[in-house]
């Protein structure tokens, strides 16, 4: 099956609640992008089934192309597993429980980093 991301509206691309993605949106979005309208073109594809965009095993410029798309639709770029993608295609989220996205990386680590120092001062202070 491979690995999908999807351009949803919803907290979580496989939500049956939330704002889905009408055909009628694909397609003016379609029509303005040859790439799109291209048989040869590996990328993202409307799925009736979920109201989403969705491009199986996307490259980093589909990716990015697709950060493109979900701005113009009020929408985000999000991974089977709920992660989320920014306008380079870079992955920038984590999912968290509650479907919200979870920032990792270097300023997760400075802010742990920030909170300990701020502990052992305030240890001392007493």
């Not at 993202?44 to 589909?62: L, T």
């Not at 192309?65 to 113009?72: D, I, P, Q």
């Not at 770029?77 to 992955?91: C, H, N, T």
Request: no cysteine; glycine share 10%; proline share 3%.
């Amino acid at each position: 099956m491979g690995y999908e991301l999807h351009i949803t509206r919803k907290a979580v691309w496989h939500d049956e609640i939330g704002s889905s993605i009408t055909l009628e949106e694909w397609d003016k979005l379609a029509a303005g992008d040859p790439d799109l309208l291209s048989t040869n073109f590996d990328g993202p594809f409307y799925s009736d089934s979920s109201g989403n965009i969705v491009a199986k095993n996307p490259e980093k410029s589909v990716r990015a192309k697709m950060h493109r798309m979900a701005k113009r639709l009020g929408a985000k770029v999000q991974g089977d597993d709920g992660e989320l993608y920014d306008a380079a295609g870079d992955m920038i989220a984590e999912f968290s429980e509650r479907g919200e996205g979870r920032i990792y990386g270097w300023p997760l680590v400075f802010f742990i980093l920030l909170l300990l120092a701020a502990v052992i001062v305030l240890s001392h202070v007493h």
